[in-house]
């Protein structure tokens, strides 16, 4: 059976600051999915990440449906309401166009979606960020699906030693979606020297070579791209599908016990590192750090079994622990160099203004040349 996955997320308004939405703004986009979506979707899972609300659907009609993505814009513009009676930071923020038209891109929401042939057993993996950008997948992507030092699957499945095909995204890119498509293993260097710059070059989707099926989704949209300015941070979701032709579980969570440094935390200019979180989990320190989520499913004709947390483990205690000393390591050299993002990546255009008019202070100083 051919089915699609949808993936739609927003930062809608949260308590406290950009902590978590609302129980009460959770429970009125909830609500809206379920009862306006059916005859619509086939199942749905709406949770959140820190500050993001992001609504799971499942249906047949393929990836960049009308209909299914106005229902996931109307629930945030019907939560937008609860968000802005209850005084919520930041009620509707990500909500960027007035009015609908066609689908969410472009229009502030990030989307992950994919249609595909379901396999007999069929698990997959629905990772959600916050404080952070959609670059952040680029380390675990590329571990997970290209390095046999992370994989082993590369090596012991014939299948998967075929290697898979990247397509990344040029984000910069305003007019238009600008794409390359490389493959591992030959393009290896390409790729990595593309995702070394995860601002500017992100995985949009991964595919087994052997099988031509598609792996990995991710929402690859920049907030500030959109808007000409910076709204927020991007918080991009992702979705995975693990086992038989593609990575293990186990191979696709392996990356995220680094804690990776990403793009994000205090007032999206920061570079923090990424912490594996359970889900459901708030932001706190230095208005982060970073989180990653991920939900674990089992989908047949549609129908969801799960989630079940994949970071809900002893083990990812001591990742978070480890993840905590190196934030405040980080934090220990406030806004000197690696700490602070790029210029050109700060979510305030202040220092920009403040270096413009320090400009004007400048003065050549005239050197007395020797006789
Ligand atoms: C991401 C997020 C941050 C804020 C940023 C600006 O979820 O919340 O990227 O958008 O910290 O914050 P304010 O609105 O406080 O200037
Ligand atoms: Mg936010
Ligand atoms: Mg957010």
Not at 152 to 171: R, Y
Not at 210 to 239: C, E, F, W
């Given at each position: 059976m051919?089915?699609?996955?949808?993936?739609?997320?927003?930062?809608?308004?949260?308590v406290?600051?950009?902590?978590?939405?609302?129980?009460?703004?959770?429970?009125?986009?909830?609500?809206?999915?379920?009862?306006?979506?059916?005859?619509?979707?086939?199942?749905?899972?709406?949770?959140?990440?820190?500050?993001?609300?992001?609504?799971?659907?499942?249906h047949?009609?393929?990836?960049?449906?009308?209909?299914?993505h106005?229902?996931?814009?109307?629930?945030?513009?019907?939560?937008?309401?609860?968000?802005?009676?209850?005084?919520?930071?930041?009620?509707?923020?990500?909500?960027?166009?007035?009015?609908?038209?066609?689908?969410?891109?472009?229009?502030?929401?990030?989307?992950?979606?994919?249609?595909?042939?379901?396999?007999?057993?069929?698990?997959?993996?629905?990772?959600?960020?916050d404080?952070?950008?959609?670059?952040a997948?680029?380390?675990?992507?590329?571990?997970?699906?290209?390095?046999?030092?992370?994989?082993?699957?590369?090596?012991?499945?014939?299948?998967?030693?075929?290697?898979?095909?990247?397509?990344?995204?040029?984000?910069?890119?305003?007019?238009?979606?600008?794409?390359?498509?490389?493959?591992?293993?030959?393009?290896?260097?390409?790729?990595?020297?593309?995702?070394?710059?995860?601002?500017?070059?992100?995985?949009?989707?991964?595919?087994?070579?052997?099988?031509?099926?598609?792996?990995?989704?991710?929402?690859?949209?920049?907030?500030?791209?959109?808007?000409?300015?910076?709204?927020?941070?991007?918080?991009?979701?992702?979705?995975?599908?693990?086992?038989?032709?593609?990575?293990?579980?186990?191979?696709?969570?392996?990356?995220f016990?680094?804690?990776?440094?990403?793009?994000?935390?205090?007032?999206?200019?920061?570079?923090?590192?990424?912490?594996?979180?359970?889900?459901?989990t708030?932001?706190?320190?230095?208005?982060?750090?970073p989180?990653?989520?991920?939900a674990?499913?089992?989908?047949?004709?549609?129908?969801?079994?799960?989630?079940?947390d994949a970071?809900?483990?002893?083990?990812?205690?001591?990742?978070?622990?480890?993840?905590?000393?190196?934030?405040?390591?980080?934090?220990?050299?406030?806004?000197?160099?690696?700490?602070?993002?790029?210029?050109?990546?700060?979510?305030?255009?202040?220092?920009?203004?403040?270096?413009?008019?320090i400009?004007?202070?400048?003065?050549?100083?005239?050197?007395?040349?020797?006789?």
């Amino acid at each position: 059976m051919k089915i699609t996955i949808s993936v739609i997320k927003a930062d809608i308004g949260s308590v406290g600051g950009h902590i978590a939405p609302s129980e009460k703004l959770l429970q009125t986009v909830k609500q809206y999915v379920v009862e306006t979506g059916k005859g619509l979707l086939i199942d749905n899972y709406v949770s959140f990440t820190g500050d993001d609300i992001a609504i799971l659907m499942t249906h047949t009609h393929g990836e960049g449906n009308e209909k299914v993505h106005k229902l996931a814009w109307d629930a945030f513009v019907t939560g937008t309401a609860v968000a802005k009676s209850q005084g919520l930071y930041g009620a509707g923020q990500d909500l960027l166009k007035d009015a609908f038209s066609g689908n969410v891109h472009g229009m502030g929401p990030a989307v992950a979606e994919m249609e595909f042939e379901e396999r007999p057993g069929e698990p997959f993996l629905f990772f959600a960020a916050d404080k952070t950008d959609p670059g952040a997948y680029n380390f675990p992507l590329y571990l997970a699906f290209a390095d046999a030092m992370n994989t082993p699957g590369l090596m012991l499945s014939p299948k998967m030693a075929k290697g898979f095909k990247f397509v990344i995204m040029d984000v910069n890119h305003t007019e238009g979606d600008r794409v390359v498509e490389l493959q591992a293993p030959e393009d290896m260097y390409d790729i990595a020297t593309l995702l070394r710059d995860p601002e500017r070059y992100v995985v949009e989707s991964v595919w087994s070579r052997a099988a031509g099926t598609q792996a990995v989704s991710v929402a690859t949209s920049r907030l500030h791209n959109i808007a000409g300015k910076y709204t927020g941070k991007d918080d991009p979701v992702m979705l995975v599908r693990s086992q038989m032709d593609f990575p293990a579980t186990g191979e696709v969570l392996q990356p995220f016990a680094v804690g990776h440094f990403v793009a994000g935390g205090m007032r999206g200019s920061h570079n923090m590192p990424i912490m594996p979180v359970k889900l459901n989990t708030t932001i706190s320190y230095f208005d982060g750090p970073p989180i990653v989520s991920c939900a674990s499913f089992s989908i047949r004709n549609g129908k969801l079994t799960g989630p079940v947390d994949a970071f809900d483990h002893p083990f990812w205690d001591r990742v978070r622990d480890h993840v905590s000393d190196k934030a405040m390591e980080m934090r220990k050299q406030g806004f000197f160099g690696a700490a602070m993002l790029t210029m050109n990546e700060l979510e305030y255009t202040g220092i920009i203004e403040k270096i413009a008019s320090i400009d004007k202070k400048f003065a050549l100083r005239t050197v007395q040349k020797a006789a």
